[in-house]
Structures are given as structure tokens and as C-alpha cells.
T-cell receptor, first 111, second 116 residues
Framework: KNEVEQSPQNLTAQEGEFITINCSYS?????LHWLQQHPGGGIVSLFM???GKKKHGRLIATINIQEKHSSLHITASHPRDSAVYIC?????????????FGKGTKLSVKP | EPEVTQTPSHQVTQMGQEVILRCVPI?????FYWYRQILGQKVEFLVS????????KSEIFDDQFSVERPDGSNFTLKIRSTKLEDSAMYFC??????????????FGPGTRLTVT
């Protein structure tokens, strides 16, 4: 059983659309990360959340600890947002780096 | 903006050979990590390193793997005798130290290792 589940696996959107990517997890966590993986493979950290909501530009991340669920929203999507978006959680205990990763959501935004 | 760098970007090696993957973390960061991603699969944690020692390692990080901070800037991952299944993208990451809480991680661009 995967401890971190993302949906959808693949998402195609038209430029300008509002996008939501979901992440559900089954373990208790101290933090949740949203990461962006570019087509070339590089990974960029977008958000780290332990509660509530964070916003950066057109990106919004929310987390509901009780429901073990987080969402990543992209407003006014653009072709340059095309990437794989990865949810990763940090469980209780252990080192900071021991993250459990989801399989990712591949987003393609068409012009 | 400071960034994590990794060299080489692509390494091709023969099975049984030793490889060393290099990383330069962000200069004021104290926690360092290695992850790997086999093609088409999810990213997996390998090892955390702090204060010149391993703070945690995964089941993947067996005796064939080692990490080292040979000087004040580099952080290396060595695979002693590579196997075909070691072919993957290897990511280095670093984070700063804080008194409490969880730390944002900064990832390098990755080294693609191909074992033939």
C-alpha cells in the first residue's frame, strides 16, 4: 500500500485553467512538501506545510491534517507550468531527509 | 540565489566499477541528503548526513554505498561496486539548521547514472 497517494496521475489543461492536484497520506506527519520536477529531471521545492495554507504567486498549497490531505492549486495556468508535481511527507521521528514521496502528477498545459 | 550543484550531470560506468557522485550544498546549510529516482519510479530516500556523520539511512543504502564530506564544501556519494539496478537519477539536497521544526530542502539538478 502506498503511504502517499496523488491524484490525478496525469492532467492535461488548457492555458488559463485553474488546476488542482491532490495528495493523501496514511501516516502521521510533521510536514508535507510539494515539489516540482522539470522535464529535464531537476527538482524544485515549492512549499513546505505543516498546517493551513501557503501562497506563492499563482500557486496555493493547503493541508488538512485531520483528513490527511493536501492540495496544490495553480491559478491561471501557463504552458511553463508543465512539469511533474510531487507530494512528499515527513513522518514523525527520524531525520529531516527521510521523506516519503508520491509517484507524482504529470501536468501538461496546452496553449 | 544560492543553489545546490552536482557533478557530473551524467555518468556512464561498467558494472562492478566504483563511482563517486559529487555535490556542493548551499554554503550555510548543515544537513545533507541523497535521494535516487529509478526511471519511471518515485523518488526514494537514501541517506541523511549531519555533523560529519550519517543521521539516518534507508534499506537501499547498504554496504555498497558510502557518503563523505571530504572538505568544507563537497558532499559525495560513493557506490563501491555498481550493479545494473543502480542505474538511476541521484539527487543531492541540503537544508539549513533551525532550533526546531522541519526544514525546507534545496535539491541539486541530479546526476544520471547509467550502469552498463
Amino acid at each position: 500500500k502506498n503511504e502517499v497517494e496523488q491524484s490525478p496521475q496525469n492532467l492535461t489543461a488548457q492555458e488559463g485553467e485553474f488546476i488542482t492536484i491532490n495528495c493523501s497520506y496514511s501516516v502521521g506527519i510533521s510536514a508535507l512538501h510539494w515539489l516540482q520536477q522539470h522535464p529535464g529531471g531537476g527538482i524544485v521545492s515549492l512549499f513546505m506545510l505543516s498546517s493551513g495554507k501557503k501562497k506563492h504567486g499563482r500557486l496555493i498549497a493547503t493541508i488538512n491534517i485531520q483528513e490527511k490531505h493536501s492540495s496544490l492549486h495553480i491559478t491561471a495556468s501557463h504552458p511553463r507550468d508543465s512539469a511533474v508535481y510531487i507530494c512528499a511527507v515527513k513522518g514523525y521521528g527520524g531525520s529531516q531527509g527521510n521523506l516519503i514521496f508520491g509517484k507524482g502528477t504529470k501536468l501538461s498545459v496546452k496553449p | 540565489e544560492p543553489e545546490v550543484t552536482q557533478t557530473p550531470s551524467h555518468q556512464v560506468t561498467q558494472m562492478g566499477q566504483e563511482v563517486i557522485l559529487r555535490c556542493v550544498p548551499i554554503s550555510n546549510h548543515l544537513y545533507f541528503y541523497w535521494y535516487r529516482q529509478i526511471l519511471g519510479q518515485k523518488v526514494e530516500f537514501l541517506v541523511s548526513f549531519y555533523n560529519n556523520e550519517i543521521s539516518e539511512k534507508s534499506e537501499i543504502f547498504d554496504d555498497q554505498f558510502s557518503v563523505e564530506r571530504p572538505d568544507g564544501s563537497n558532499f559525495t556519494l560513493k557506490i563501491r561496486s555498481t550493479k545494473l539496478e543502480d542505474s538511476a537519477m541521484y539527487f543531492c539536497a541540503s537544508s539549513e539548521w533551525r532550533l526546531a521544526g522541519t526544514y525546507e530542502q534545496y535539491f541539486g539538478p541530479g546526476t544520471r547514472l547509467t550502469v552498463t
